[in-house]
């Protein structure tokens, strides 16, 4: 990211941070420590969380197990590759806990119909959410054509009220390719901007949350993911305009302890 970049985020997220401040509601109200607002608490913390496991390594048991922990700490979900949605969904019937499916994960660069393809497997297997990854390289190459009609595509493939979400993945992009990433999103319809997939270079920062919410403004959500560590870590990016946190940490999270990785 170049210095001038830094600092344009910079700028942007100190006046949302403002604007939100001067509002008096929204994520701000959600402080810690030295904030003007109420300290969140775990129970509030944990319906922000898509209990996360998205490892190429991971068993059956394991998806059990984050099956287990999302019902009983009441997460809003659980977020895992299409293969394990039907086990999801049949461990969560009843409970309340959504199953999110990431699609054209990690890198984005599926063609379009292998990604509405595995989105509408996913649904038709119990997902009530996606996390699609854009093509990342069609937004470098400044494609937005491209860009747009993939989303739509999965937007089509979304029916039924099931929920869509984008990850752009933040750390690769310039801010102006954030911003039009955001845009597209917004223009197609989507539900969701999201940063990262938290297998790239970095994972979310508050400055990058609030350049997003400061994009699409109150009409869509922001999901921060990757670089979710502790509390704090979440209330930062709560405070910066997300409405959705990605981690595979939650359960220590809500403990106090910080987790080591995303």
Do not use: W
Not at 142 to 160: H, Q
């Amino acid at each position: 990211m170049s210095v001038v970049d830094k600092e344009l985020i910079e700028r942007i997220a100190r006046e949302v941070l403002e604007e939100i401040a001067k509002s008096g509601v929204g994520p701000s109200r959600f402080a810690s420590g030295g904030g003007s607002g109420p300290a969140l608490a775990p129970s509030d913390l944990a319906k922000y969380i898509d209990h996360t496991l998205l490892k190429a390594e991971a068993k059956p048991v394991d998806i059990d197990k984050l099956c287990g922990e999302a019902k009983q700490y009441h997460f809003f979900s659980v977020c895992v590759n299409s293969s394990s949605v039907s086990r999801c969904a049949g461990n969560l019937q009843g409970s309340g806990v959504k199953v999110c499916s990431v699609v054209g994960f990690p890198l984005g660069a599926m063609c379009t119909r292998a990604k509405a393809f595995e989105a509408s497997a996913a649904i038709e297997d119990g997902a009530r959410e996606i996390d699609m990854v854009m093509n990342i390289g069609a937004m470098k190459a400044g494609d937005l054509k491209t860009v747009e009609d993939d989303m739509a595509a999965i937007r089509k493939a979304c029916s039924g009220g099931v929920l869509l979400k984008v990850i752009i993945e933040t750390c690769l992009l310039s801010t102006e390719e954030i911003i039009k990433s955001c845009e597209i999103a917004k223009n197609a319809g989507l539900d969701f901007v999201k940063t990262s997939t938290g297998f790239s270079t970095a994972g979310a920062t508050p400055e990058h949350v609030a350049l997003m919410r400061k994009t699409v403004g109150p009409v869509m959500g922001v999901k921060a993911a990757g670089g979710v560590r502790s509390f704090q870590d979440a209330v930062n990016m709560i405070n910066a305009g997300a409405t959705r946190l990605g981690t595979s940490g939650g359960v220590n999270i809500l403990k106090g302890q910080t987790i080591k990785g995303y």
